[in-house]
Structures are given as C-alpha cells and as structure tokens.
C-alpha cells in the first residue's frame, strides 16, 4: 500500500513539474514575440522582403540628399548599405546626431516598399557605428574606418 502511495506521488510530481516547464516556456515565448526583433541591411530588404506586419530593425547609412522634411514631424529618407537603398518614413522627433551620409538603425516595418519607422537611433559620436551596419556596410565593401 505504501509503496503504491509513492509512486503516484512521484508521479504527481512530474507531472505538476511538466506542466509548470510548460506554462513558463509559454510565459517567455509570449514575452518574447514583439521584444525580438530582427536586423536587416537594405540589400537583405531588396532581395527578401519582410511581409507587412513584421518588426524589424533596419539598419545603414543615411543616403545623401535624400532627406525630406515634410509638414510637422514627418521625415522622408532613404538608408543604404551602397548596394541597395529603401525608402524610410518616420514621424516623431529625430535625434541631433542623425544626418545625412551618417549610420542609424530605425525599427519598423515594411508597408508598400516603405519601411515605416516607429523609432530611430543614430550614433551616438564621430567613431561609434552600431555593430550590426557596421557588419552590413563591411559586406557591400563600403565600409569606410573612421578618421582617429
């Protein structure tokens, strides 16, 4: 009778423990499903587009002469890596170090062919590129060091 006893407990224990793994990988993956978001250079946008209700962060070099202010807060731009460019549009306030011929990473997605950007992140100094548009640019053979 005792040892009957133990195994159904032993059972209820794995049991409650696999449910318990179950609703925590559940937990995390819900966490997770707007927190991650992909890089993508705008050669890699050209070649495979992302469909329009991905988030992901889209990354190179504000292409020269492209940027458009409009009326309010809206701004008009194209980011490049030098192989490919995509058009940006971005409402809100941009930050000062942001221009043209510099590196930004904007987060957003693909509507129409226009990455619509919900944020966007310049660097921050004259040689502080972000790693990944540095990977980008390095890969079309763009990338220029910076001056010391």
Same mark, same amino acid.
């Given at each position: 009778?005792?040892?009957?006893?133990?195994?159904?407990?032993?059972?209820?224990?794995?049991?409650?423990?696999?449910?318990?793994? $179950?609703?925590?990988?559940?937990?995390?993956?819900y966490g997770f499903r707007d927190g991650?978001?992909?890089?993508?250079?705008?050669?890699?946008?050209?070649?495979?587009?992302?469909?329009?209700?991905?988030?992901?962060?889209?990354?190179?070099?504000?292409?020269?002469?492209?940027?458009?202010?409009?009326?309010?807060?809206?701004?008009?731009?194209?980011?490049?890596?030098?192989?490919?460019?995509?058009?940006?549009?971005?409402? =809100?306030?941009?930050? !000062?170090?942001?221009?043209?011929?510099? =590196?930004?990473? =904007?987060?957003?997605?693909?509507?129409?062919?226009?990455?619509?950007?919900?944020?966007?992140?310049?660097?921050? !100094?004259?040689?502080?590129?972000?790693?990944?548009?540095? !990977? $980008?640019?390095?890969?079309?053979?763009?990338?220029?060091?910076?001056?010391?």
């Open positions: 009778m005792m040892k009957g006893l133990k195994k159904q407990r032993r059972i209820q224990i794995i049991v409650l423990a696999f449910v318990a793994m $179950a609703a925590t990988t559940a937990l995390v993956g991650i978001n992909l890089f993508r250079s705008p050669t890699q946008v050209a070649e495979q587009a992302p469909g329009p209700d991905e988030v992901f962060r889209l990354g190179g070099l504000v292409e020269e002469g492209s940027l458009l202010r409009g009326q309010g807060e809206t701004v008009r731009f194209r980011v490049t890596d030098g192989a490919a460019s995509v058009p940006v549009d971005y409402t =809100g306030i941009l930050p !000062d170090l942001f221009d043209e011929g510099q =590196g930004m990473i =904007g987060t957003g997605s693909l509507v129409d062919g226009t990455f619509v950007a919900t944020e966007i992140l310049a660097k921050h !100094d004259e040689s502080y590129m972000p790693k990944e548009v540095v !990977d $980008a640019l390095k890969e079309q053979g763009v990338y220029k060091e910076p001056e010391s």
